[in-house]
C-alpha cells in the first residue's frame, strides 16, 4: 500500500516557490543539478517536527504556517549613514566590512581597504554563474531539511579567505541587512575559510532598517574551515524585535592545532533556531563557545549545538546564558560526541537561565556520547530566578528594585560576554544585551 505524507501549506508553498524562481536563481549545470537534488530531499524529508529528536522543542511544522515569497532585489536606496544607524554599536568598530542587503552582496556598502591583501572575498551569486568544478565540494549534502532548503534558495552571500600565515589585522564585520518593506523569505550561504596558520576575527551582524518589515524569514549557513594551526573567532549579534524567523547553521571544522572562539547573541526574534556543528579534524584543537539568548513575550529561542570529537588531544568548552521574561520560552541542547579514537578529549558544558517570569520556559537536554575510556567530560544545567538575598543587600544600599534587578541580570549574562576576546566588539555586544535587558 502506497502512503502519501500530507504536506503542510508552508511547504506546499516552498515547493511551489522553488518551481517558481529555480530558473532565476544563479548558476546552471551542476549549480541546478544541485539545487534540485536539495529540493527533492527537503521535499520528502519536510519541515523538521516534533517526532524529530533534535527538533523536538521547536516544532516547524507546527510553528511555520505561512512562508513569505523569496526576496527580489531591494528597491530602497541604502545609504551608508542608514546602515551605520542600523548598526549601532558597531558602526565605530574599526573593521572591513561586507555588507549584504536582503541577501544579496552590496558593492557599494562594503569596504575592504586596498591594504587587506591577505584576504580573498568572492560574491557566491557570482561565482555560482561561473560555476568552477572546486566550489561544488563546499556544499555538504549533511544538514537536514533546513540547510537542504538553504541549498535549494541561496542566492547570494560571501565566500571569504584568509591566506596562509596571515592576519588583516582588524576584524572582518559581515553585516546582514534587511530592508525589504514586505516579508521576504531570504537565503544566504557564507563560506569561510582560515587558512593553516592565519588569523580571523569575524564579527556577523544581523541588522533591521527602519521600515523593513515584519515577519520575514531568514535561513542563513555558514561553514567555516580553520587550518592546522588558525586562529578564528567568531562572534554573531542578532537583536530583531520585528517578529521574525532566523534559520541559522553554523559548521565548523577544525584543522591540527587551531582554535576556534565563538560567541552569539539572539535578542528577541519571534522564532530562532542556531545550529552549530563543530568537527575536530585535527589533533591539538580547541574550542571556547560562549553565548546569550534574551527573549520576552512569546519569543522562542533554540539553540542546539554538536561538538564531535573525532580525534585525540582535543579540547572543548561552551558556555550558554538565557534570560527569559513574560511567556518566552529558550532551548539548550548540547551534546558532546567522543569518537573511539579521540583519548584525551577534555570536554566541558555548562547552561544557565534566568527567570524573570513564572510564565517563562527553559527546555535544556545536555548530552555526553562517550566511545573512549581516557577522557574528562562533564555537562551541567541550571535555572534559577533573581537571588533575593543580592536583591535586598542592593535595595539595603538604596538601588531602587529596577535597577537593581538590571544590575543584577547584566552581572548574569556578563560572565558568557567576557570571553569575547575583541574589547570593541565586546563592549558593542555588552550596549546591546543592556540595551534590551533596560527595555520593558
Keep these: 500500500m502506497n502512503v502519501t505524507t500530507l504536506k503542510t501549506k508552508a511547504e506546499s508553498q516552498l515547493r511551489e516557490q522553488f518551481d517558481a524562481a529555480a530558473s532565476n536563481l544563479p548558476g546552471t549545470g551542476w549549480v541546478s543539478a544541485l539545487r534540485a537534488r536539495a529540493m527533492d530531499a527537503f521535499a520528502a524529508e519536510g519541515l523538521p517536527h516534533r517526532r524529530v529528536e533534535e527538533w523536538k522543542y521547536t516544532d516547524l511544522r507546527e510553528r511555520l504556517r505561512d512562508v513569505p515569497a523569496p526576496g527580489a532585489a531591494t528597491a530602497k536606496a541604502v545609504t551608508s ?24 552582496y552590496s558593492a557599494d556598502l562594503s569596504k575592504v581597504s586596498a591594504e587587506a591583501t591577505v584576504i580573498e ?22 544538514g537536514g531539511a533546513i540547510v537542504a532548503l538553504n541549498t535549494a534558495f541561496m542566492s547570494d552571500g560571501v565566500l571569504l579567505k584568509v591566506r596562509k600565515d596571515q592576519d588583516p589585522g582588524k576584524p572582518v564585520l559581515l553585516v546582514h541587512a534587511r530592508v525589504a518593506a ?17 588569523k580571523l576575527t569575524l564579527v556577523e551582524v544581523h541588522v533591521t532598517l527602519d521600515g523593513a518589515a515584519r515577519g520575514a524569514l531568514s535561513n542563513i549557513v555558514t561553514d567555516v574551515t580553520i587550518g592546522d594551526g588558525a586562529t578564528c573567532d ?11 524567523t532566523h534559520l541559522a547553521t553554523w559548521t565548523t571544522k577544525l584543522g591540527k592545532d587551531a582554535t576556534y572562539r565563538g560567541f ?16 575536530f579534524n585535527g589533533e591539538g584543537g580547541k574550542l571556547d563557545l560562549s553565548g546569550a539568548f ?51 578529549t577534555d570536554g566541558k558544558q555548562m547552561s544557565q537561565a534566568l527567570m524573570l517570569s513564572p510564565d517563562a520556559q527553559f527546555s535544556s537536554k545536555p548530552e555526553l556520547e562517550i566511545y573512549a575510556d581516557d577522557v574528562v567530560c562533564g555537562h551541567g544545567a541550571t535555572c534559577t530566578e533573581i537571588d533575593a538575598d ?51
Excluded at 546602515?83 to 541577501?103: S, Y
Excluded at 514586505?182 to 592565519?198: C, D, F, H, K, M
Excluded at 552581572?411 to 533596560?438: C, D, P
Aim: proline fraction near 4%; charged fraction near 25%.
Design 81 to 104: 549613514t542608514d546602515l551605520d544607524r542600523a548598526l549601532g554599536p558597531f558602526a565605530a568598530i574599526d573593521a572591513e566590512r561586507i555588507v549584504l542587503v536582503d541577501g544579496v
Design 264 to 279: 552569539q547573541l539572539t535578542a528577541s526574534p519571534a522564532l530562532a533556531r542556531n545550529d552549530i556543528n563543530i568537527l
Design 294 to 344: 534574551l527573549a520576552r513575550g512569546a519569543e522562542h529561542i533554540d539553540t542546539t549545538l554538536v561538538v564531535d570529537h573525532a580525534v585525540p588531544h582535543c579540547e572543548s568548552r561552551e558556555l550558554f546564558k538565557g534570560v527569559l521574561d513574560g511567556r518566552a520560552h529558550g532551548i539548550f541542547q548540547g551534546k558532546i560526541i567522543v569518537r573511539p579514537d579521540a583519548q584525551k
Design 121 to 142: 572575498l568572492m560574491s557566491l551569486a557570482a561565482m555560482l554563474k561561473k560555476a568552477p568544478a572546486w566550489l561544488e565540494g563546499k556544499f555538504s549534502s549533511n
Design 234 to 244: 567568531h562572534i554573531k549579534s542578532l537583536a530583531d524585535a520585528t517578529a521574525s
Design 182 to 198: 514586505e516579508p521576504t523569505a531570504v537565503a544566504v550561504r557564507n563560506v569561510i575559510s582560515v587558512e593553516a596558520g592565519a
Design 390 to 440: 543580592l536583591l535586598f543587600y542592593c535595595r539595603s544600599r538604596g538601588i531602587p528594585p529596577d535597577v537593581a534587578r538590571a544590575m543584577l541580570t547584566e552581572s548574569f549574562i556578563g560572565e558568557a560576554v567576557e570571553k569575547i576576546e575583541n574589547e570593541a566588539v565586546r563592549e558593542a555586544i555588552g550596549t546591546l544585551a543592556i540595551e534590551w535587558l533596560r527595555t520593558k
